[in-house]
């Protein structure tokens, strides 16, 4: 039989073992959030979401200042960026036009019954596209050609992929095919989900004719501008939020890209806001002299991974080395950096020289003549993203981050004859 000590120090490993439960609950639906802000109800990490909603949101409006709700139907943190700027941003393989299918497409979806089909989806958005002020653009869009089919599946794709639609039966490559009446498909629409696609502040819709902005970076700053109480208190809030923004959805933030007052205020916080937000995330911060950046080394809180298994990851790691390594010796004796610049055909150079050794290993369309011209446009497209270089036409300027990557000598291990071997990343040390 325990005695009352027993018990009582029974009772405090329980309670420790709830605590340290509930941390760990939390930073997981945390960084599913993160990842996957637009989340529906069959997400794996949803009902860690509901059971953390209070703390979530409660984390989220102080840190960040970004909205979350969290419902039955699914959870939406309404990730609004800090840098507008940036271009790298947006979905893979999206340009401006499949952006303009992808808001008519959802435009149909808001009028539309329970269910749709892809072919009503298409003819629906056939009239939306015709209205004058998108032809007046020169837009123009008819279903009839396999390419603007294929474009209307990516959409639907898309939609597929953030729990908008959900397909009852059919098949999309069908439809590309343009192969009849029965090539089609059935999808349920999934209307909070959809109700939840446009992160902004206001809808573009609630513009007064005659106050819709001129470009599209006005519209962009308009649709997101916040309100921000006019105190001293307040105006640190909103720096805070955004310093804390580009913290977590950003590979590094560099201290010359901040305005004096940014930069002012990142000085003398980062240390105490890259704590609180490690503390939550489970990043690990990385100070130098140039910013700050918060890593996560299991490497799945992060849109590309660096180093990576494959041969588009191998690649842009060879060329991160290389732009590295010359980037390191360009400080001179007194630790500045000199300025220095290459070019894409530099990379294309460096790629057609490894394909001679490392070719064997690539996918077979790697190793085709010609191919380092496709492949260094990935790997600089890669490391761009990753903000580890700027790409001006085609002028490349490596940035502070990219020394961290060093690449060491492949280790080849033949596990089986015949059979090429892929690059991982237990192949090459940082």
Known sequence: MK??????????????????????????????????????????????????????????????????????????????????????RGLPDYDRRKYVLLCLACAVLERADPQVTLRILGERLLDFAAEPGLTSLGFTFTLGSHH????????????????????????????????????DALYDVHRPALAGMLAAVRGPSTWPAEEVP????????????????????????????????????????????????????????????????????????EQRAEGLALVDEAGTLTDIAMPAEGTDAHVTLLAAEYLATDYRQQTDTAGRREPFVKREHDIVDLLRDAKSRYG????????????????????????EKLQLIV????????????????????????????MPIPASDSLFSR
């Open 360 to 383: 064997r290993y690539w996918r077979k369309s790697a190793r085709e003549p010609g191919a380092e011209r496709e492949l260094a446009k990935l790997a600089i497209g890669r490391l």
């Open 391 to 418: 790409r001006s036409a085609d002028s490349i300027l490596p940035l502070p981050a990219l020394a961290r990557f060093a690449l060491g000598e492949a280790e080849i291990r033949q596990e089986a004859p015949d």
């Open 214 to 285: 001129d470009t599209l970076d006005l519209r962009l700053h308009t649709l997101l501008d916040e309100h921000v109480a006019d105190s001293d208190e307040g105006q640190r809030t909103a720096l805070r939020h955004r310093i804390a923004r580009r913290l977590l959805d950003d590979p590094a933030v560099y201290l010359e890209d901040l305005n004096p007052e940014a930069r002012s205020y990142f000085i003398n916080q980062r240390g105490a806001m890259a704590a609180r937000l490690c503390d939550a995330t489970g990043l690990v911060a």
């Open 3 to 88: 005695t009352g000590r027993q018990r009582s120090r029974d009772s405090r490993s329980i309670g420790q073992q709830q605590r340290q439960f509930q941390r760990e609950e939390f930073r997981s639906a945390l960084r599913a959030l993160l990842m996957t802000p637009l989340m529906s109800p069959m997400h794996e990490d949803f009902i860690a979401v509901r059971r953390q909603a209070n703390a979530l949101q409660e984390w989220f409006t102080r840190e960040t200042g970004w909205p979350l709700q969290i419902g039955r139907e699914g959870a939406r943190l309404y990730k609004r960026p800090a840098d507008l700027n940036n271009s790298t």
């Open 148 to 183: 603007e089919r294929r474009e209307l599946v990516a959409v639907c794709r898309t939609l597929l992929s953030l729990g908008v639609l959900q397909r009852v039966a059919g098949d999309e490559d069908a439809f590309v095919q343009g192969g009849g009446d029965q090539a």
